[in-house]
């Protein structure tokens, strides 16, 4: 069996912590791992997994497969084509390798299943149906009516020769209201369409080719010229943004004569707003979540997210109240699904709040801008031990480098040397320079920039180790 992940939704409705550079995949919102972490825990002992990525998430990915020490392959998507072409390039590329009639096991990176035997069993009952032919989608049994998830309707009865409890599909239906959605419950019948399958390569490619060839033309041509880069996997750029976008229920499972579903009651929840959150997280004794430094009198039914500052409430009742280093948001229960109004509004402004935190994650470390002006930027840059920035130099600023712990090699000009605690250096505008930690710790740093235009985009990279030049 070959788990396939998909990595690149955006979670745009858990924001202010869910980003467009640092989405909630990559956030530890259940556990101490990550929910991408969490996604590949579930799968227990397995040698590879495939993860279809964003190429701005490439680095993300990467990191968090080495926390936990998991081989995985990486085929980084150019642009965002939806789910239906991201699962073509890992069926592909399991027939390239002689493995077409091996299993795919799709899943989402975002998902909270609370009961993972539950899981690992419905997996397993799976796997025969498809080896037989059958295109395969877990359905959740659902505990309440809900509007915003998408529905299964399975046939009255079970399919002939399945020797588990599984049914042909009957319908795929679009998110109800209110009242369709009780009738949906009451029915018996309808699941929660859980975005997780299971089939084999061959035949996932040859419904695809019969259903929309448009999409396998496409998803072939960007994979006939495989670029290895670094642990990456890059297909040909042009030929896949030529390539439609569509989901795999509209492509394939809605058109499939050979689609079945498996009821899995594991405690599914694809946290796609604050209050699905809310609902799966442990309370005190009024219903609260607290997380972080929050002090909480009088509040009820309400979670609160603390960040590096103190949180007070008092006399609130069904609030959500996240506080990050640069937003706070403030928000009822019954509105959250409108968040991805607030992030329209942040970016129709021309912030930058909704694309990244405050503090970056970069594959040698990470920055935090602590402090700016109209000429000047702060920064606190954490480099970790062997690793080393590009070489590069600025057209519009100089800065100063400041060594908090840590030892870190400076190459400025024709000169490299070390700087240690409480040393300093200067780095003069236009020169070519370049930071590495050679040391065993990480290297802590503070750094002062100076100039009249001080954007990201003012590096010109000459070298690279992460092939960003």
């Known amino acids: ?178 009242d369709t959605a009780q009738q949906y419950v009451d029915a018996g019948d309808y699941y929660w369409n859980s975005g997780m399958f299971m089939f084999t390569a061959d035949r996932f490619i040859e419904e695809l080719g019969k259903h929309r060839p448009d999409i396998l033309s496409a998803c072939q041509k960007a994979m006939a010229t495989v670029t290895p880069d670094l642990d990456f996997i890059r297909v040909d750029k042009a030929a896949f943004e030529a390539c439609p976008d569509e989901s795999i229920d509209y492509a394939v499972m809605e058109k499939t004569d050979k689609a079945a579903v498996i009821p899995l009651d594991a405690g599914w929840s694809d946290v796609g707003s604050w209050s699905a959150l809310w609902e799966i997280k442990p309370k005190d004794e009024q219903g609260n979540v607290l997380q972080g430094d929050v002090i909480a009198e009088s509040t009820r039914n309400s979670m609160v997210v603390g960040g590096e500052r103190l949180v007070t409430t008092l006399g609130v009742d069904d609030l959500i109240i996240v506080d990050t280093k640069d937003a706070i948001m403030v928000a009822h229960k019954d509105k959250v699904q409108d968040v991805k109004k607030l992030v329209a509004a942040v970016k129709a402004q021309g912030r930058n709040e909704h694309f990244q935190h405050r503090e970056v994650y970069r594959p040698w470390g990470k920055y935090d801008s602590i402090d700016n002006g109209q000429r000047y930027q702060v920064k606190r840059i954490t480099v970790k031990p062997g690793e080393k920035l590009s070489v590069q130099m600025h057209h519009h600023r100089a800065e100063h480098w400041i060594v908090v712990s840590g030892t870190a090699s400076v190459t400025c000009g024709e000169k490299t040397f070390l700087v240690t605690e409480n040393q300093s250096t200067y780095i003069p505008l236009g020169e070519v320079h370049a930071l590495e930690n050679p040391g065993k710790v990480e290297l802590e740093m503070i750094e002062v920039q100076s100039g009249s235009y001080l954007g990201e985009d003012d590096i010109v990279r000459f070298k690279d180790n992460y092939g960003r030049a």
């Open 1 to 178: 069996m070959i788990p396939v992940i998909l990595s690149g939704g955006s979670g745009t409705r858990l924001w202010p912590l869910s980003r467009t550079q640092y989405p909630k995949q990559f956030l530890p919102l259940n556990s101490d791992l990550t929910m991408l972490q969490e996604t590949v825990a579930r799968l227990g002992d397995v040698s590879d997994v495939s993860i279809i990525c964003n190429e701005e998430h490439r680095f993300l990915v990467a990191e968090q497969m080495r926390q936990i020490k998991q081989a995985c392959s990486i085929f980084l998507e150019p642009v965002g084509r939806n789910t239906a072409p991201a699962i073509a390039l890992a069926a592909l590329d399991a027939i390239s390798k002689g493995n077409g009639g091996e299993c795919l096991l799709v899943l989402s990176s975002d998902h909270v299943i609370d009961q993972a035997e539950v899981f690992t069993k419905a997996v397993a009952q799976a796997e025969p149906l498809a080896k037989a032919g059958y295109l395969v989608t877990f359905g959740t049994v659902p505990t309440k009516p809900e509007t915003g998830y998408g529905y299964i309707k399975a046939a009255s009865t079970p399919l002939a020769g399945a020797e588990c409890d599984a049914y042909a599909v009957a319908d795929f239906v679009e998110k109800p209201d209110a």
